[in-house]
């Protein structure tokens, strides 16, 4: 079950929604529909699976309907047509047609969201801003004090606790926006457009931050933006929005690799592969790597061998004739600290963190999945990459 699924929605604003119904359903878009009627199509025809625990980003230029799609989920603005289901204890919760009391219950209990303006109340302080949410739920006030201290300890502002949100700066401030969100305890988390007040550098500290956060917490988040290397930074999957309609969905990998028309194929025109392109599009599969006697050669320059279970899972390796031990690395581990040995990684693996673990340790990668071995990422594959071939 998805954790939020649009069926078919469109979102139109105006008092006579009705009348630019009946215009689309005849092939009007949007200039024509605000001609006739004044009526202003936000969003058309969406379809879109959410699953749960992964970053959903919505991209487009400005007004291609991403903000406007987004606060439907938590009901900021009305579905005019269409099914916008939401998964609530082993439910599903349609948005669009639920009850006042069943919207409210949601809005406080399940979804929370991160506003691109900060949305501070300057009156109160950093903590009391985090906790307002939970106050307004009715918590008493030790298990408030518990999930402030809790939050705020999470986005390294547990010593701003007293000050007033002008004191801070504006990155400081977004950290303080997303600690009450984070304080509500939702599943799903909305962003819409988060980063893009702040400076460079601050908005790609706070990219990684969230990264960093969404491996603690796998909430599922909806997140909203018109930078498209800020969407392929962070995006499980990516939703490219133009005129309202959902125009490509899918990997980042395959919006990159495989553009679905015109549009997303200048959108894409100038992205570094680099912050794209992960192992399982760059590698050499295991099935053409040389097999000999129960063994698979994984690095013929270095004559490094492995023993591998039927199942693909390792069960030694050597160098030679001297066995040798591999390294494994996750995403946040410290590449500096590898040593000059193979690195086992998971086949997800970005080729920015592939060419850095390659140059630090001087052996080929070897990529699993699910413990699983599938194949070797060495210099031919990511010279390849950076030269284009991976890129169609």
């Not at 215009?23 to 202003?40: A, F, H, N, P, S």
């Not at 498209?228 to 990997?251: P, V």
Request: glycine residues 10%; neutral net charge.
């Amino acid at each position: 079950m998805s954790a939020i699924r649009f069926e078919h929605v469109d979102v139109i604003f105006g008092a006579n929604t009705r009348e630019a119904i009946r215009l689309l359903d005849q092939g009007m878009g949007r200039e024509e529909i605000l001609k006739r009627t004044g009526q202003v199509l936000g969003v058309e025809d969406a379809n879109l699976d959410v699953n749960r625990g992964e970053i959903c980003v919505m991209m487009g230029l400005s007004g291609s309907g991403k903000s406007s799609l987004l606060r439907c989920i938590n009901g900021l603005n009305k579905v005019s047509r269409g099914k916008l289901l939401i998964e609530h204890e082993g439910q599903q919760v349609d948005i669009a047609n639920c009850s006042p009391a069943t919207l409210k219950a949601m809005r406080t209990k399940r979804i929370a969201m991160v506003f691109q303006k900060f949305a501070l109340m300057p009156w109160l302080t950093v903590a009391e801003n985090v906790g307002f949410g939970l106050e307004m739920q009715g918590r008493p006030a030790n298990e408030r004090k518990k999930l402030v201290d809790e939050k705020l300890e999470l986005v390294g502002l547990s010593q701003w606790r007293d000050k007033r949100p002008d004191s801070l700066s504006g990155g400081m401030q977004q950290r303080v926006g997303l600690a009450r969100a984070l304080a509500m305890d939702g599943d799903i988390l909305l962003m819409d457009e988060p980063f893009s007040a702040l400076d460079p550098l601050i908005r790609q500290q706070l990219q990684d931050e969230l990264l960093v956060l969404q491996r603690q917490l796998h909430k599922t988040i909806v997140f909203v933006s018109h930078d498209l290397d800020e969407a392929l930074k962070i995006g499980t999957r990516i939703a490219i929005m133009k005129d309202g309609r959902i125009i490509q969905h899918g990997k980042p990998e395959e919006i990159v690799l495989s553009p679905a028309d015109d549009y997303v194929r200048t959108f894409v025109a100038h992205t570094n592969p680099l912050n794209v392109l992960c192992g399982s599009s760059l590698m050499r599969g295991l099935d053409q790597c040389r097999h000999v006697a129960g063994e698979v050669c994984v690095d013929q320059g270095r004559d490094c061998w492995l023993g591998l279970t039927e199942g693909n899972q390792i069960k030694t390796a050597r160098q030679g004739s001297n066995i040798i031990d591999l390294q494994r690395w996750q995403p946040g581990d410290p590449v500096e600290r590898l040593k000059h040995e193979p690195t086992v990684v998971d086949v997800s693996i970005r080729m920015r963190d592939a060419l850095q673990i390659r140059y630090q340790t001087g052996h080929k990668l070897v990529l699993q999945e699910q413990n699983r071995v599938v194949g070797v990422l060495g210099d031919s594959e990511l010279y390849h990459a950076l030269l284009g071939k991976n890129m169609g």
